[in-house]
């Protein structure tokens, strides 16, 4: 074999095995990557649900006394909507910030739907009072309502 040919050869056979490792070196990056993103499927699938959800306060009534509706006091009566297109859990009430008892502790809210939450809370005549509702996931509204005679 003269000089000439065995440089070439030389040369085509680092080649080869420079392809070679790049390729291994791309497949094991490849596979490493994707093993440590599997989690992020289960995030995304329910952040993806969580974007469709869109619980609202249509309206907040404030009522003297709750015995038309099988409870005694006074409270406020939450009609809550779902604007968006999956199903909504509310399971939380907050009145000012400080969590208030609600009945049913939680609801479903179908979309397009409007559900009535009755809240325990002694309100007054004329203060506007932050009401807030938080679904399962984490998504929130809330909304200021002013008090008027019950």
């Known amino acids: 074999m003269r000089r000439g040919q065995a440089d070439i050869l030389g040369a085509l056979i680092l080649m080869v095995a420079a392809v070679a490792l790049a390729a291994f070196i791309l497949g094991w ?4 990557v994707s093993f440590s993103q599997m989690g992020y499927s289960e995030v995304l699938a329910r952040e993806g649900s969580r974007v469709g959800e869109a619980p609202v306060l249509v309206d907040v009534a404030f009522d003297e006394d709750l ?3 099988g ?3 006074r409270g406020l009566i939450l009609f809550v909507a779902n604007s968006g297109s999956v199903a909504s859990v509310i ?4 009145v000012d910030g400080a969590a208030a008892e609600a009945v ?7 979309p397009k ?5 009755l809240v325990r809370y002694d309100w007054e005549v004329g203060r506007t009072y932050l009401v807030r509702i938080a679904s399962t996931s984490g998504v929130v509204y809330e909304g200021y309502f002013v008090a008027g005679g019950g």
């Open 71 to 73: 409870w005694s006091g």
């Open 29 to 32: 990056g490849a596979g490493l």
């Open 91 to 94: 399971d939380r009430v907050y």
């Open 113 to 117: 739907q409007v559900v009535k939450m």
């Open 104 to 110: 049913p502790s939680s609801v479903v809210v179908q």
């Open 67 to 69: 015995v038309d509706e």
